[in-house]
């Protein structure tokens, strides 16, 4: 069964803190993402990588940054956290786009990790 | 540019009845469409996808989604409600395949209630 895992469930941090977060796929997917879910908002995305060490900003790059050094591990990165960024963070992946068909669209999500910064 | 509009962030049904969430798309090209479902304390997984072969999509767990494109549409529907069926659907747009990256288009979510 394919997976991606996202390393934490459930996390407590205070503002100005540093924050990882890890991804891991088992899938040899191409495109990894980083997303943040907020009520009402739906999903909005920070982050993708489409390969080892590229990375491209998403609609809310901002106080956030990644890091790709492997193909399976993607990590989102909060530098300072501060409260207003409290939330559900979603990882995912998709096979690249160089491969076609359907497969290229279809995105596998992690159980998400909430993270709460007091 | 592409977008999403989920009609109604909560819907409530009945068990057995039917089930209809609402999903309008904009896009400059017909698109690919989908309908993922998010279960309590996890992750999204796919329910199902057009991708232009049919017009009528069937899904798992009995769902189905009908794209018109007259309508700029892609509904959800399921006959006969169940109580696992409690969950937030999201609906989501990606341009056809090109050169680079496209990205996916979220809509806000529905959250279905089926009431016993």
């Known amino acids: 069964d394919v997976k991606v895992t996202q390393s934490s469930r459930y996390l407590v941090k205070r503002t100005g803190e540093k924050v990882f977060l890890e991804c891991v796929q088992d899938m040899d997917h191409e495109n990894m993402f980083w997303y943040r879910q907020d009520p009402g908002l739906g999903l909005r995305l920070i982050y993708f990588?489409?390969?080892?060490?590229?990375?491209e900003k998403g609609d809310i790059p901002e106080g956030y940054s990644v890091s790709r050094e492997k193909k399976e591990r993607f990590s989102l990165i909060l530098e300072s956290a501060s409260t207003n960024q409290t939330s559900m963070y979603l990882c995912?992946?998709?096979?690249?786009?160089?491969?076609?068909?359907?497969?290229?669209?279809?995105?596998?999500f992690g159980a998400g990790s909430r993270l709460t910064v007091l | 540019a592409q977008s999403v509009t989920q009609l109604g962030s909560h819907v409530s049904v009945s068990e057995g009845a039917l089930v209809l969430l609402r999903c309008n798309y904009s896009?400059?090209?017909?698109?690919?469409l989908f309908w993922y479902v998010q279960y309590p304390n996890q992750g999204l997984q796919l329910l199902l996808k057009y991708t232009s072969a049919a017009t009528l999509v069937k899904g798992i767990n009995g769902f189905e989604a009908e794209f018109k494109k007259s309508e700029t549409s892609f509904h959800l529907t399921k006959p006969s409600a169940h109580m696992s069926d409690a969950a937030e659907y999201f609906c989501?747009?990606?341009?056809?395949?090109?050169?680079?990256?496209?990205?996916?288009?979220f809509g806000t979510g529905t959250k279905l209630q089926v009431i016993p």
């Open positions: 995912a992946s998709s096979q690249g786009t160089g491969t076609g068909g359907v497969g290229a669209n279809v995105l596998t």
């Open positions: 990588s489409y390969d080892v060490k590229m990375k």
């Open positions: 896009s400059s090209v017909p698109p690919y």
């Open positions: 989501a747009v990606k341009p056809p395949l090109g050169g680079g990256y496209q990205k996916v288009t």
